[in-house]
């Protein structure tokens, strides 16, 4: 999800600041490796499900199924559990984190107060 695509998801959101990795294309090393430490669990197929606009964001950007901490963490995010995550770098803390952030944030009533 990088800035723009979050400003969309995210209504009277303009300036997301999200910082992103590098877009350089990932090592055949790290891509398999990434391959391997994926579940059968789908973004799609979460429960609490998620907004449509997020699950195609995530497509977009080549996520379609869950690693195994984002597929134990969202949902629980998601229904406002506290969550503690000891995990290897790459394991997908970081998107375990946004992906609930962000449906909060669309859920809200009414547009984030700017600040």
Known sequence: LNPRTVARLVPGRRNAAIPM?????????????RKR???EQQFSELTPVLSPEVVEALDRGGFRRCTPVQA????????????????ATGSGKTLAFVVPVVEMLRRLPSPPKPH
């Open 21 to 33: 990795a590098s877009s350089s294309s990932p090592s055949p090393a790290t891509a398999a490796a």
């Open 37 to 39: 430490a994926l579940t």
């Open 72 to 87: 134990a963490t969202i949902p629980l995010l998601l229904t406002h559990k506290d969550v503690a995550v000891d995990a």
